[in-house]
């Protein structure tokens, strides 16, 4: 074992580093569901920067400094509240804001969203069937982004009023009637949010022929 060590020490320091890189500056997370479609598609790896809000001690949740603030229309990656496991949402409610759903609309601190674009299309489930959807441009003043609805899933399209606690984040889906979210899970400390995922590094038809999609590399969120 000495003399692997002796031998590959170039080759493992690089490994430490490498891995010291990942867990602590930049990242890349392949997408498995289409939870946050149509912004991410399932075969899309987004490159996630880790140092966008928070620098914390390596393979750990403590927050060491604050580098800066997330912001309503991030996509993010965080652990879930409920059982830890790696999930990518939509950040839209900031501690202290007032977040409601009202027939698929969404209401933050009283001012209803304006939705326009409308666009009718097809949407697979991932088992080889396919389901009506109305894609919109969801409109705030500080942000603006595609999402959809699923003709007949609206199952939780009615929530609140609830009020954002200090320190949290309500994270919605842009999928909104096949995402596990916030209306599920709760609301989601910053200590466990990994960072901001702003573009697409590489993405491939994983529910087709598996063929890449050039037009989405390199598109930014």
């Given at each position: 074992?000495?003399?692997?060590?002796?031998?590959?020490?170039?080759?493992?320091?690089?490994?430490?580093?490498?891995?010291l890189?990942?867990?602590?500056?930049?990242?890349w997370?392949?997408?498995?569901?289409?939870?946050?479609?149509?912004?991410?598609?399932?075969?899309d790896v987004?490159?996630?920067?880790?140092?966008?809000?928070?620098?914390?001690?390596?393979?750990?949740?403590?927050?060491?400094?604050?580098?800066?603030?997330?912001?309503?229309?991030?996509?993010?990656?965080?652990?879930?509240?409920?059982?830890?496991?790696?999930l990518?949402?939509?950040?839209?409610?900031?501690?202290?804001?007032t977040?409601?759903?009202?027939?698929?609309?969404?209401?933050?601190?009283?001012?209803?969203?304006?939705?326009?674009?409308?666009?009718?299309?097809?949407?697979?489930l991932?088992?080889?069937?396919?389901?009506?959807?109305?894609?919109?441009?969801?409109?705030?003043?500080?942000?603006s982004?595609?999402?959809?609805?699923?003709?007949?899933?609206?199952?939780?399209?009615?929530?609140?009023?609830?009020?954002?606690?200090?320190?949290?984040?309500?994270?919605?889906?842009?999928?909104?009637?096949?995402?596990?979210?916030?209306?599920?899970?709760?609301?989601?400390?910053?200590?466990?949010?990994?960072?901001?995922?702003?573009?697409?590094?590489?993405?491939?038809?994983?529910?087709?022929?598996?063929?890449?999609?050039?037009?989405?590399?390199?598109?930014?969120?």
């Amino acid at each position: 074992m000495k003399r692997f060590i002796k031998d590959n020490r170039g080759f493992l320091v690089f490994l430490c580093c490498f891995a010291l890189f990942r867990t602590a500056v930049a990242d890349w997370n392949p997408v498995p569901s289409g939870s946050m479609r149509p912004s991410l598609l399932e075969g899309d790896v987004v490159l996630v920067n880790r140092l966008a809000y928070d620098l914390k001690l390596p393979l750990t949740d403590i927050v060491l400094a604050h580098l800066g603030e997330p912001q309503r229309g991030d996509v993010v990656t965080f652990s879930s509240p409920k059982n830890g496991t790696r999930l990518i949402k939509r950040l839209i409610g900031l501690p202290g804001d007032t977040v409601e759903m009202r027939n698929e609309k969404l209401l933050i601190n009283g001012i209803e969203a304006e939705y326009d674009h409308a666009q009718n299309l097809e949407e697979p489930l991932g088992n080889g069937e396919h389901i009506p959807a109305l894609r919109l441009t969801e409109n705030f003043a500080d942000y603006s982004h595609r999402m959809q609805i699923l003709d007949g899933m609206q199952q939780h399209s009615n929530f609140g009023p609830l009020k954002v606690p200090q320190g949290e984040y309500l994270m919605l889906g842009d999928n909104r009637d096949n995402s596990a979210d916030s209306r599920f899970f709760g609301f989601v400390p910053r200590k466990l949010i990994i960072g901001h995922a702003h573009h697409i590094l590489v993405s491939a038809d994983i529910l087709s022929n598996w063929m890449p999609r050039w037009d989405r590399f390199g598109q930014r969120l």
